[in-house]
């Protein structure tokens, strides 16, 4: 018998991480097998991420925003030398910021809307801000000449969006009328 969650590879990059960047390890469903975004050991450039069905939770308003931001996430693979002040790298991260804001926003009305308990919510929330900040620092760190690529960026949104995902939106489910 198949086990119901298998220890999943980190999101994440091989490379010089971001100062904000912490890589995370949680379990995943079996029969999810996101492709990892590091630099592969033959140097080869980090990987887009791959969308399963088992990451969506049954509400399409989200599910699709969710696959919008993976979406945004695998552009900045398209120039993964581009530095961070590169115009298309500019606009992808300017997109990036705008998404994420409309969908944290959209996300948490709709759980409370659904009763999700005040404490899950909360620190389904702090999620939001703690991703929001280090989207900040980003910028913040772009303005000032920090030497970041977009394959470094990539990294890190994958891990915002992979961990997000993972340990807070997937929970929605179990608030969804039957």
Not at 37 to 57: E, K, N, S, V
């Amino acid at each position: 018998m198949r086990p119901a969650t298998a220890p999943r590879p980190e999101f994440g990059y091989a490379g010089a991480p971001l100062p904000f960047h912490k890589p995370f390890a949680v379990t995943m469903p079996a029969s999810v097998s996101p492709e990892p975004a590091r630099r592969q050991p033959d140097g080869a450039a980090a990987r887009p991420m791959q969308w399963d069905a088992a990451y969506d939770i049954g509400l399409s308003a989200i599910d699709d925003q969710h696959r919008k931001l993976v979406e945004l996430a695998n552009r900045l693979l398209e120039h993964p030398e581009a530095g961070v002040r590169d115009e298309a790298v500019v606009d992808i991260l300017t997109r990036l910021g705008k998404a994420l804001a409309i969908h944290f926003r959209g996300e948490e009305l709709i759980m409370r809307e659904l009763g999700m308990p005040a404490r899950r919510l909360d620190a389904h929330v702090r999620d939001h801000d703690r991703i929001l900040d280090q989207y900040a620092e980003l910028n913040i760190g772009a303005a000032a000449g920090a030497p970041y690529r977009a394959a470094d960026v990539f990294a890190q949104v994958i891990d915002w969006v992979g961990r997000h995902m993972l340990e807070h939106d997937l929970g929605i489910k179990d608030y969804l009328p039957a």
